[in-house]
């Protein structure tokens, strides 16, 4: 069965750190192009938080994450994490990886989805 599953969300006081996790079964990340991790908070549209180009391990980060987010591949354990220090209330929101077969970070170009883990930055 090919599917994502994310872990690693939950509660932390703003200025503290999380990892989350994207771990992909039934088929190897590398045979995908970019890895991509999205986060929708309520009322907002899904946002392109940062990426990942398997073939070389370039990476990109929204303006709003950068300096504070880091993504990285395991391609032993088949996993993408995105670290996350200095978390901020405005980082709220449902976090999701997926996969995409080309160089893009348009939420449609992606094909497979996880379920997505809940962040919450909250005092």
């Known amino acids: 069965q090919v599917q994502l599953v994310e872990s690693g969300g939950g509660l932390v006081q703003p200025g503290g750190s999380l990892r989350l996790s994207c771990v992909a079964s039934g088929f190897p990340l590398v045979d995908y192009y970019v890895i991509g991790w999205f986060r929708q908070a309520p009322g907002k549209s899904r946002e392109g938080v940062s990426f990942i180009k398997t073939t070389d391990g370039a990476t990109y980060y929204v303006d709003s994450v950068k300096g504070r987010f880091t993504i990285s591949g395991d391609n032993a354990k088949n996993t993408v994490f995105l670290q996350m220090n200095s978390l901020k209330p405005e980082d709220t929101a449902v976090y999701y990886c997926?996969?995409?077969?080309?160089?893009?970070?348009?939420?449609?170009?992606?094909?497979?989805w996880g379920q997505g883990t809940q962040v919450t930055v909250s005092s």
């Open positions: 997926a996969t995409a077969r080309w160089a893009t970070m348009t939420p449609d170009d992606f094909d497979y």
